[in-house]
């Protein structure tokens, strides 16, 4: 292949998982309490899209990968503290909100309008990466609705695998039902992957890369433009968090087939 | 309308305002990195920040599940406690402490960086910091006293190896301490001896090292060993520090495995060393003078530069446990009776479980105080030493181009002493009343800037080791109380069982409490740290007219009678004469060095608060829970203030009326009145036998005396000091009226769901 990818990864911060998740009335409608101070971590899909990306640009001479964030500025810089190490990109960073309440069309309209402007960014040669959901609000539409207003037709949900072939196309696995994928081809350049978990581990540290990376991440949050997005027009009903049901006994002498049973037994409760 | 409607309007609208800025005002969540960052200095260092996600991401992950799985349950360097060094390894933190030209990132001194990395890890476990920081002991001699050669060498050769580089990574250990009765509380009595075995015209001597080590850090595994050892050859004069290789020619054995109750997670053993190495080992370097060869640096020269740092170190890896225990302790007292069959949700019995009672609360609110206390003064000396290295390098550089070594450069440095008085004196000078030119040209002289910042790195570092650990320790025992039972179990949440074990062993090691005391009991003396100490209690006053509540008048009259009492035990005696502040008079000196440590560590507590109010403000992330943090912070720096002020005053008074002899009924001259003395004034001044019986002490006719131990003592001469301490008893007002109010904090905060790292 004459040339490389272009690979836009768009990806943000959501709450910690372990933090308590409490949804409440703000003055702007539905939040969480004290989501501001909760510490935040990289989405996860959007996490398995990065390091995908990374790999895949490493691997293809002249690629490179653009990480495109909507969130808090400042929380996002501390999630660049994270993640810098791991992979190598550049950051292109929009000031606004990040929670699970804002509406997923106006987060793609931001989302897309800032990756027209990225400077030397070649469209023709867009792989256009996010997750396929998102562990804050599992709407599961952004990334096509950025790919929609990027003019992207090849559009993969749920993506696996993406190998490009020597003759240059694509191959890409996508998760359907029943455990299983759905293997398709492209002929290139531009889609769109909205990625499940991927084939790849969280990549180690590299301090280094961390330190080159920075360089590029401060400025870029300096420059974070501010992003008018929420949920206007859209009435919440109600909110809550997934309910937990923990009934915890400690057994230390069950076989496999007596705790199969009774895990089976408590599902059909 | 009825007149009395407007007024109750204005009633309700004033309540809710009220509510809103009480809710405003209180603890939300648990203090998360933006706060850190900047209560620790490093909201500006990216490197930083980066590492400590680095490292904490190594800790909660695989330290814990290590530590959860019971690999502390043995003494031996597992397989399993090996594969540890290649996780340092991956996650950055072994080239953590190396400088960029031989494979480090982190550009300059390093003592924060270290120290941040040690707190992370020590926030999980202490032994797998101890562990990771081995070898940068082990390279510290090298670091600080090393030839370049020996620099390139040895740093390069313990970082990873970049891609396409094949080589092992090598790991170092530091051996000074020996087998009894040699090496431990006293650096200099060495056993490990070396001489020469073959020096041949024209060649490098080849010398001939005996060592036995004693709790050998990294020993298992370590391919070097940086070693203090003592001429046994009169070819050689005076100690050093050498290098050895486990392949140099002779016995490196590594020794059998040290039956530590703590610290598992670090290879500790008891080597025996006896072997043939080239002179150029020596650390710094060596002369040849008449046919003697002469090491650059004595052993105590090195180990000196080198434990100065790291001490630092090893104070905050305390600090962190105490602050790691205040989320387990948390969940634990609100989780205490869920489950019970009586217990609805909702009720305070589950919501609040053992929060309902105060004595819990504000036990915890006392550990989490000791705990920031603590980790400002610890980071407070690690900043302060990345600030002093290049200035102590350039002192360094200049004496040594001077030739100057020993007592004569104490001589000159003693000749440095008045200008830094003076530069301290003019830089607690308002700009427009002093003379600027002066105080340019002194900033500017590197040799005063030297002994101005030497004089409090001198008195911080061992404070921070002796305060933090010391204190520390004591601390988690409480830590482990407030988890009943739970608390001496290897299931207690957050380790806080083992955590209150390991930080004896950090009391103790790198120089125990007494190596501390008595360091700190010379250099506390000195006029440039005295100098600086009379700024601080300004400073601590200013701070007060500025931020009431904060606790910092409270310290700065806790300085002010501490002061007092140091210049009283200077120049007075005891009852049977002999001087009281002297070198060997422990029970004297020791006391005064406790208490400075709980003054700097609250006066170091309330200027990072101070830091938080100024600097809070431009992290857009902090805007929310600011109020509350700045509240929080407040109070927990009052209730330490009073702790603080308690132990001052305590230690002071025993210090100051101690070594006087009490009056007894018996001594002639007692300071009292004798009833045949008073029945005849009675005559003239009727009532003054009654009054005197009431006011003062009076023996009777017959020799009867009212039951105590003799009359009460007078305190002419003491006024001074009675005041002072009056007043300081006094400034503890509202102290627990902010310990009230942290507790409730600790009722309402929010807590993470569950644990960030297995239990």
């Not at chain 1, 509406?103 to 990466?129: H, M, N, Q, V, Y």
């Not at chain 2, 490093?42 to 800790?59: E, I, P, S, T």
């Not at chain 2, 500790?268 to 043939?276: A, E, G, R, V, W």
């Not at chain 2, 006094?730 to 009722?747: E, H, P, Q």
Request: charged share 25%; hydrophobic share 40%; net charge negative.
């Amino acid at each position: 292949m004459s040339q490389g990818f272009h690979l836009v990864v768009c990806g943000s911060i959501v709450p910690d998982p372990l933090q308590t998740l409490e949804p409440i009335q703000g003055a702007e409608g539905p939040a969480l309490k004290n989501e501001m101070m909760l510490p935040a971590v990289l989405d996860p899909w959007a996490g398995h899209a990065l390091y995908e990306a990374a790999h895949l640009a490493a691997a293809t001479p002249d690629s490179k990968v653009w990480l495109v964030s909507l969130g808090p500025r400042a929380k996002l810089q501390q999630l660049m503290m994270t993640i810098a190490p791991k992979a190598a990109f550049e950051l292109v960073a929009l000031d606004g909100p990040a929670g699970g309440f804002t509406e997923a069309w106006e987060t793609a309209e931001a989302l897309a309008e800032c990756i027209k402007t990225i400077p030397g960014l070649d469209r023709s040669r867009l792989l256009l990466f996010g997750g396929c959901a998102s562990a804050s609000r599992d709407a599961g539409v952004t990334m096509q609705m950025v790919g929609e207003r990027l003019e992207i037709s090849d559009q993969f949900l749920a993506v696996d695998e993406l190998t490009p072939q020597e003759n240059g196309t694509i191959r890409i696995l996508e998760r359907i039902e029943a455990g299983r994928y759905q293997v398709s081809e492209c002929a290139g350049p531009p889609l769109v992957a909205a990625w499940a978990t991927g084939r790849l581990p969280e990549p180690p540290n590299n301090a280094q890369l961390g330190m080159q990376n920075m360089r590029s991440i401060m400025p870029a949050l300096q420059k974070a433009q501010p992003a008018r997005v929420g949920a206007e027009g859209v009435e919440f009903l109600e909110v809550e968090v997934p309910k937990q049901r923990r009934n915890t006994r400690v057994v230390e002498d069950a076989s496999v087939d007596e705790m199969a049973r009774e895990i089976v037994e408590w599902i059909r409760k | 309308m009825s007149p009395d409607g407007p007024r109750m309007k204005r009633g309700r609208e004033s309540m809710t305002t009220a509510k809103t800025q009480t809710e405003k005002m209180a603890l939300r969540a648990l203090p998360g990195d933006e706060v850190r960052q900047i209560l620790w200095r490093f909201a500006d260092r990216y490197d930083l920040q980066m590492a400590v996600q680095a490292v904490r991401a190594l800790a909660r992950g695989p330290v814990a599940r290590m530590v959860a799985d019971g690999a502390r349950n043995s003494h031996e360097w597992t397989d399993e406690k090996a594969a540890l060094l290649n996780e340092f390894d991956a996650s950055g933190l072994t080239a953590l402490g190396m400088d960029p030209e031989f494979g480090g990132y982190v550009e300059g001194p390093k003592n924060l960086a270290l120290a941040l990395a040690a707190f992370e890890l020590s926030w999980v476990d202490g032994g797998s910091a101890t562990s990771a920081m081995a070898t940068n002991l082990a390279l510290g001699p090298i670091h600080e006293r090393g030839t370049p050669e020996q620099q390139k060498t040895y740093m390069s050769r313990c970082v990873p190896p970049q891609p396409g580089e094949k080589r092992t990574i090598w790991r170092g250990a530091f051996a000074l301490t020996e087998p009894l009765p040699y090496v431990g509380v006293n650096t200099r009595v060495l056993s490990g001896g070396v001489r020469v075995a073959k020096w041949k015209e024209g060649e490098e001597p080849l010398l001939q090292v005996e060592k036995r080590g004693r709790f050998i850090t990294n020993m298992a595994f370590a391919n070097f060993v940086t070693a203090a050892v003592d001429s046994d050859d009169e070819r050689i004069k005076g100690s050093c520090m050498i290098i050895l290789h486990e392949d140099d020619p002779g016995v490196f054995d590594r020794g059998a495995p040290t039956r530590k109750l703590v610290h598992q997670l670090s290879s500790t053993n008891d080597p025996i060393f006896s072997l043939k190495v080239p002179a150029s080992r020596i650390v710094g370097g060596f002369k040849v003078r008449d046919g003697v060869l002469v090491p650059n640096y004595d052993h105590a020269e090195i180990i000196a530069a080198v434990f100065r740092r790291t001490r630092v170190t090893v104070g905050l890896m305390t600090a962190a446990k105490l602050l790691s225990a205040v989320e387990p302790i948390i969940r634990y007292q609100r989780g205490r009776y869920r489950g019970g069959k009586t217990i609805e949700p909702g009720s305070a019995f589950h919501e609040l479980g053992l929060q309902q009672k105060e004595d819990v609360l504000h036990r915890l609110v006392d550990i989490w105080a000791s705990g920031e206390a603590s980790a400002a003064l610890g980071f407070a000396a690690a900043r302060l030493f990345d600030e002093f290295d290049p200035i102590e390098k350039h002192k360094d550089k200049v004496f040594e181009e001077r030739g100057l070594k020993g007592r004569a450069q104490l001589k000159e440095l003693k000749k440095l002493e008045k200008p830094a008085l003076e530069y301290i004196e003019l830089a607690a000078t308002p700009a427009a009343k002093r003379d600027a030119k002066r105080f340019e040209e002194l900033e500017a002289d590197r040799l005063v800037q030297f002994m101005v910042q030497d004089a409090v790195a001198n008195v911080l570092c061992p404070a921070v080791k002796l305060w933090n650990t010391g204190q520390g320790t004591n601390m988690m025992r409480e830590a482990v109380s407030l988890m009943g039972g739970y608390g001496i179990t290897e299931d207690c949440p957050g380790f806080i069982g083992q955590k209150w074990m390991d930080a004896q062993l950090e009391a103790t090691y790198e120089g125990p409490e007494a190596v501390q005391r008595r360091q700190l009991a010379i250099t506390m003396t000195q006029p440039v740290f005295l100098a600086h100490f009379r700024q601080w209690i300004a400073e601590m006053r200013r701070v007060a007219g500025r931020r009431p509540g904060t606790g910092a008048c409270t310290v700065a009259s806790a300085m002010e009678l501490w002061l007092w009492t140091l210049r009283h035990l200077s120049e007075a005696e005891d009852a049977d004469g002999t001087p009281l502040y002297r070198d060997k008079r422990q029970g004297v000196t020791f006391p005064m060095a406790d208490a400075l440590c709980w003054l700097l560590a609250s006066r170091q507590q309330i200027l990072d608060l101070l830091e938080l109010e100024r600097r809070g403000p431009e992290n857009e992330a902090l805007a929310e829970g600011l109020p509350g943090y700045v509240r929080f912070f407040t109070d927990l720096c009052h209730v330490q203030a009073a702790r603080a002020a308690g132990e001052v005053g305590r230690l002071c008074s025993e210090l100051v009326f101690g070594y006087n002899r009490h009056p007894s009924w018996e001594a002639e001259g007692a300071s009292c009145y004798q009833a045949d003395e008073l029945e005849p004034l009675d005559g003239f001044i009727p009532g003054i036998a009654a009054c005197a019986r009431s006011f003062t002490d009076v023996v009777e006719a017959d020799g009867s005396h009212p039951q105590k131990a003799g009359p009460c003592v007078c305190f002419t001469g003491m006024e001074a000091f009675t005041s002072m301490r009056r007043k300081l008893d006094g400034c503890l007002t509202g102290a627990r009226m902010a310990k009230d109010r942290a507790a409730r904090d600790l009722t309402q905060v929010m807590i993470p769901e569950v644990p960030d790292y297995p239990t």
